[in-house]
């Protein structure tokens, strides 16, 4: 749910948000073959999130404001299956 390239630009622009601890918190597995390697969904997430988080100036982003955009994510397929590949996210 927070990948790398999160964590990354939450320590640097919402050190606030203690990326790894939302990190240890959602914790979700794919269907059998949902997730393998970084696949073109999984690059749409990392766009998706890079995009939401950078509207944000530094230091205002709440825990809620990330948590309610990567449940609002997993809820749409996005033309990826999404909701078929990691099922059952529901974070809020």
């Known amino acids: 749910m927070v990948t790398n390239r999160m964590v990354a630009l939450l320590a640097a622009a919402q050190p606030q948000i203690k990326p790894h601890n939302l990190r240890n918190r959602f914790i979700y597995w794919s269907s059998p073959g949902g997730h393998i390697g970084y696949e073109s ?15 944000f100036p530094p230091g205002t982003m709440t825990a ?10 997993y809820q749409n397929d996005h ?6 590949r990691i099922p059952g996210v529901s974070l809020i």
Do not use: C, E, P
């Not at 990392?46 to 995009?51: E, G, K, N, P, R």
């Not at 809620?64 to 994510?73: A, E, F, G, N």
């Open 41 to 55: 969904w999984h690059r749409h997430y990392d766009v998706t999130m890079a995009l939401f988080i950078a509207k």
């Open 64 to 73: 809620q404001d990330l948590i309610v955009s990567m449940h609002d994510y």
């Open 79 to 84: 033309g990826y299956n999404v909701t078929k």
